[in-house]
Nanobody, 125 residues
Framework: QLQASGGELVQAGGSLRLSCAASERTNSRLHMAWFRRTPGREREFVAAIRHTGGSGSTYYVDSVKGRFTISRVKDKNTLYLQMNSLKPEDTAVYLC??????????????????WGQGTQVTVSS
């Protein structure tokens, strides 16, 4: 079970840090990711990070590169998303996701097996 937190209302240009924690009974070698969802649209990939045993590599959608940073507590299933220089188009419900086996199509929602309920991020202009 995944639980995301940290979303709130922020002005454009501001920063937020989202957190996602997996339950203690969850396997400790999960790959994890952030997606976001806006009304009427499919979940959009934001960023992913492989577990440290699987290189710890990070991946981003082009629209957030240089602004967002995904990270995790080493060897733990605690995930973060540092969001800087926020824009109104970043407004969405942010969802964390996890999977045991890495999928090369990591940008697709179907590549991820577990989902949290999400946290609302609203960026005002």
């Amino acid at each position: 079970q995944l639980q995301a937190s940290g979303g709130e209302l922020v002005q454009a240009g501001g920063s937020l840090r989202l957190s996602c924690a997996a339950s203690e009974r969850t396997n400790s070698r999960l790959h994890m990711a952030w997606f976001r969802r806006t009304p009427g649209r499919e979940r959009e990939f934001v960023a992913a990070i492989r577990h440290t045993g699987g290189s710890g590599s990070t991946y981003y959608v082009d629209s957030v590169k240089g602004r967002f940073t995904i990270s995790r507590v080493k060897d733990k299933n605690t995930l973060y998303l540092q969001m800087n220089s926020l824009k109104p188009e970043d407004t969405a419900v942010y969802l964390c996701a996890a999977v045991l086996i890495w999928n090369v199509q990591y940008w697709t929602p179907t590549a991820w097996g577990s989902w949290g309920q999400g946290t609302q991020v609203t960026v005002s202009s």
